[in-house]
């Protein structure tokens, strides 16, 4: 598998190269151009598509209208347009198919569609797709692998999840609200805790977080703005990764029992402060939302800082914080104002629709790689928070657009829009100048509010160096008065406590002495009185000792009261200078933002702008180059008519030429045969005489030796022996003096036709000399205008190339691009049969356990449930084979999803797996065993097509299948069929979303 950049599992402090790219898949030409033709030889199939262009209407629209028609409205009327024209039905039944369900349709479902006359027959199957429980599981595995890509079990099991995914999309729970959950989870609530795997699958781990958080919930990934603002995108600043990382921070896993579930709790406390490692600039932040002000937090007094304090006697006691920072996370998500977080899910949900973002990859919005369309992604933005972030509703309305059902193809009248590119660039040019006047404003306005900022920051650091001091101060003042505080409050309250019944009592004795003196002769009156009277000056007594002290306190208290009053209104000034500092740096740092919004504005534009003009630019050259390759294809025709007359000629020469050389030779191959053959003639002729006279002679002598000799017998047999020989060589004499004249005669025939050939080799070979030199340089100009030609046609095809890219990215065409893992799963199992196989096989099952009563199947709801019940057992009975394929085509847990690789296990499953096998092989109703029973070759071939393409075949590929089937016997034409199959779910064209 290739590597992908980047391991979300890991936090990593290296910067990832974050440039604007497209993950567009861009097919070759034909791919675009040609018509689709499949052609069957020995088993081969290749598969080309054709897009035919059409013209779209203008659409006028208005902020009343629905959404689909503003959004074809600003679409049609960018400076690109719509270039291509309506997909076909079958086109759109795929792409609707594969966007909301996540699979192709069944070939009953095309059938159905196709047949369907109705002008309204899109919207209605919109409608009808969206409200099936298949669009509930393919949006929960949109989300499950968006947020969680791929992770396995961890804290949190998946099917507890996926079970909470598919609930919220059950509900149409809007996105805001579900994006609320995620984030404030804290999976104490054992019904709740499928919600809390997205923070436990990162470890809980805040830069982890941080960084997740950022990509898959606003758009942004600010890994490499965790140690300085990012080194190669300016919008992505230090203190926007810590302003999200300061809601995290204090979160953490509670897990005191390893052997139970882990929840999430948070810290009370925890402050967030940073610098640059390059540039060594600091700062702190409370929390923030990106585009957003710092929140204002409560200041929560010493020992209040809990609403459930943590207990060392009660381990599993998990502590809760009066003041939450990620319950302000998810109360901000929750209301759903933040620009960021809207924009991000209008943005994802039409990649999910349309094929790609409009801002590509999905999570780096920034200035530098801004939408498409910026002010299409505005409405988008704008719609989705009014329909209170409504997923169902805003998907239908992006697939209800003339912009999703766009073909793919690219218009045929290149030329004429080249013309009008070039008319367009001017005023495009014209704006990039404006825009970039603008930007050069706008960064000396960032300068200066950046300057600014930095003005006011400077005095906070020494201010907050005097708030310690001063706190010390107080502290140590506090220290002195707080002892002498106490004890004139116990001494105050001993007063008080003794003058309670003590002033009455002298009260009552000094109205007592009154009365008897007024009543002198009534000595029991005079006795009782001076008892009260004794009572009271004791009482007096004590309370005048009791004033004393504590008036002695009193002024030992307020000496040190004095003094604490100082150090505190030195530390209040100081306090209220900071804050007043603090307060205006942060005034100039959202200033500062302000204005770097404003920039960012600009550089979007002029960015969108760039590429626009960049896509008229080569459209603009395109007539240009069409014409160089015209006259350079009009040059090489007339370099090879100039041509074809001579070599034709040559050609006849040279065949002419190859046949007298070959005559030639055959003759001088007979001319030294006849020759050899006479020469060794000749040589018996004059040497055989001598040699005959020679063993004559020697015989006659050896014979009369013998008569002499008498009885000898070696010598006679010497003797008949040379008599023999000499005979023999009479006999050859003769015959070759008789064969002679015969040998001569052939000898000089043989020469003759030698000379002969030898004359008509030269005579040609002169004529091919002369049709050489004529030809040379003709062959060197058709050789001279090919090489202009291919240069022209390939120049040519890099500009249609381009093009094809441009206005992909930019939604002037269709996007063509791979199925996911889920979808080509799925649509391998529907095309194969697979599905309607294990249909019939679970309501079978479901017939013989539970039948329906003859009354229940007159009962709609019970019918309906039924219905429901046999898709989800359907479903259950085959999503293992389905998650074989994710194994295969799926990115590794914690990496991106949507990038599309290739790798051999992939290939060997599609070329020879087992399980593909036995799809295709016939049986229990799958499309093979349909294809089978079928004798009309028409017939066979729209039931392919339409099973696995979703389209009608052909003329030329109904008659390759008929061809390719032909006179084959019973078993060979059922491993045709399942060849003929094979190469079709092996195509491009089944493979990729066009």
């Not at 479902?109 to 369907?116: G, K, M, Q, W």
């Not at 040998?743 to 002969?756: I, L």
Request: glycine share 6%.
């Amino acid at each position: 598998m290739v590597s992908h950049p980047g391991n979300l599992s890991v936090d990593m402090h290296v910067c990832r190269r974050h440039t604007s790219y497209s993950r567009l898949l861009i097919l070759p030409l034909l791919f675009l151009e040609s018509s689709v033709v499949v052609r069957l030889r020995v088993g081969v199939l290749l598969v080309v598509t054709v897009f035919t262009a059409v013209t779209f209407p203008v659409v006028e629209a208005s902020a009343a209208d629905p959404l689909h028609v503003q959004v074809d409205r600003l679409v049609t009327e960018s400076p690109l347009g719509l270039v291509s024209g309506t997909s076909t039905d079958g086109e759109f039944l795929r792409r609707l198919y594969l966007a909301v369900l996540g699979r192709i349709p069944s070939v009953e479902e095309t059938r159905t569609f196709l047949a369907d006359k109705s002008p309204t027959k899109r919207a209605a199957a919109v409608d009808s797709l969206l409200g099936t429980p298949a669009y509930v599981r393919r949006m929960t595995n949109v989300l499950d692998v968006m947020l969680s890509e791929r992770r396995g079990d961890g804290e949190v099991k998946r099917g507890e999840w996926q079970a909470f995914l598919k609930q919220s999309i059950e509900s149409n729970k809007p996105w805001n609200i579900l994006a609320a959950e995620i984030l404030g989870a804290d999976a104490v609530d054992a019904k709740q805790r499928g919600r809390a795997k997205f923070l436990m699958d990162r470890g809980v781990e805040v830069n982890q977080m941080t960084r997740e958080v950022g990509r898959m919930f606003f758009g942004v990934d600010l890994q490499c703005a965790q140690c300085h603002n990012h080194p190669l995108i300016d919008d992505y600043l230090q203190k926007d990764y810590y302003g999200i990382y300061a809601f995290l921070n204090r979160t953490y896993l509670f897990k005191p029992d390893k052997k139970k579930p882990g929840v999430l709790a948070e810290k009370p406390t925890g402050g967030v402060a940073f610098s640059s490692v390059f540039t060594g600039d600091s700062g702190v932040s409370r929390p923030r939302l990106l585009g957003e002000r710092q929140l204002d937090e409560p200041t929560i007094a010493a020992g209040q800082e809990y609403k459930v304090k943590p207990d060392k006697k009660k381990k599993n006691l998990r502590p809760i914080p009066a003041y939450s920072r990620r319950e302000q996370l998810a109360r901000l998500v929750r209301d759903g104002n933040n620009r960021y977080f809207a924009r991000n899910m209008a943005n994802r949900l039409w990649a999910l629709a349309m094929g790609r973002g409009l801002v590509e990859p999905l999570d780096l919005h920034h200035s530098d790689n801004p939408p498409s369309h910026p002010e299409l992604l505005a409405l988008l933005t704008d719609h989705f928070v009014a329909t209170k972030y409504d997923i169902r509703g805003f998907f239908r309305e992006l697939v209800l657009t003339q912009t999703f059902a766009r073909g793919s193809g690219l218009p045929a009248d290149l030329v004429a829009r080249s013309a009008k590119a070039t008319q367009l660039l001017a005023g495009v040019t014209k704006s990039e100048v404006k825009l970039v006047a603008e930007l050069a404003a706008a960064d000396k306005r960032v300068e200066a509010a950046v300057a600014a900022e930095t003005k006011a920051d400077e005095p906070v650091a020494a201010l907050a160096k005097t708030l310690k001091p001063a706190n010390d101060k107080v502290a140590a003042e506090k220290k002195k008065h707080d002892p002498l505080a106490k004890a004139l409050a116990a001494a105050t309250k001993k007063l008080q406590d003794k003058q309670k019944p003590g002033l009455p009592l002298v009260e009552s004795a000094r109205q007592a002495v009154a009365a008897a003196k007024l009543l002198a002769g009534d000595k029991e009156l005079a006795g009782i009185v001076a008892k009260l009277d004794g009572r009271a000056k004791k009482v007096a007594a004590e309370m005048a000792a009791l004033e004393k002290d504590r008036a002695a306190k009193q002024a030992a208290a307020e000496v040190t009261g004095k003094a604490l009053k100082a150090a505190e209104v030195v530390r209040d000034a100081a306090v209220k200078k900071h804050a007043e500092a603090v307060k205006l740096a942060e005034k100039r740092a959202w200033e500062t933002d302000q204005v770097r919004t404003a920039r960012r504005v600009i550089n979007t534009r002029l960015t969108s702008t760039r590429r626009r003009k960049g896509t008229l630019a080569v459209l603009a050259g395109f007539a240009a180059k069409q014409k160089v390759a015209d006259t350079a294809r009009a040059d090489l025709v007339s370099a090879e008519k100039s041509l074809s007359p001579v070599s034709v000629e040559f050609a006849k020469v040279e065949t002419v030429l190859a046949k007298a050389k070959q005559e030639l030779a055959n003759a001088e191959t007979d001319r030294k045969k006849t020759a050899t053959v006479l020469a060794s003639t000749q040589k018996k002729v004059t040497t055989l005489p001598a040699v005959a006279k020679t063993l004559a002679t020697a015989a006659g002598q050896a014979s009369t030796a013998l008569k002499t000799l008498g009885e000898d017998k070696e010598l006679a047999g010497i003797t008949k022996t040379l008599e023999e020989r000499s005979a023999r060589l009479n006999s050859d004499l003769a015959a070759a003096r008789k064969v002679l004249p015969g040998q001569q005669s052939a000898a000089t025939v043989a020469a003759k036709r030698a000379a002969t050939a030898r004359t008509a080799v030269d005579k040609v070979a002169a004529e091919h000399a002369r049709l050489s030199k004529q030809r040379a340089p003709l062959l060197a100009a058709v050789g001279s205008a090919r090489v202009k030609f291919e240069a022209a046609d390939g120049a040519l095809r890099e500009t249609l190339r381009k093009l094809s890219k441009a206005w992909s990215e930019q939604f002037a065409i269709g996007t063509v691009g791979p199925l996911s893992p889920e979808q080509l799963g799925w649509s391998l199992l529907e095309a194969t049969g697979q599905v309607g196989r294990q249909q019939q096989s679970v309501v079978a099952e479901l017939n013989k356990k539970s039948p329906l009563k003859p009354a229940d199947k007159k009962d709609m709801a019970k019918l309906a449930a039924r219905k429901l019940q046999v898709e989800q057992a359907t479903y259950d009975k085959l999503k293992g084979a389905v998650g074989s394929i994710i194994t295969l085509y799926g990115a590794g847990s914690g990496q991106p999803q949507n990038d599309f690789f290739a790798t051999i296990d992939q290939a060997l499953f599609m070329a020879n797996g087992g399980p593909l096998k036995g799809w295709l092989a016939p049986g229990g109703g799958n499309l093979t065993e349909r294809l089978g029973k079928m004798t009309d070759t028409k017939k066979l071939a729209e039931e392919l097509y339409l099973s696995v393409l979703t389209r009608l075949p052909t003329d030329e590929e109904v008659a390759d299948v008929g061809g390719y089937l032909k006179g084959r016997s019973k078993d060979k034409r059922s491993a045709a069929i399942q060849e003929i199959a094979w190469a079709l779910l092996t195509s491009a064209e089944f493979r990729f979303n066009h």
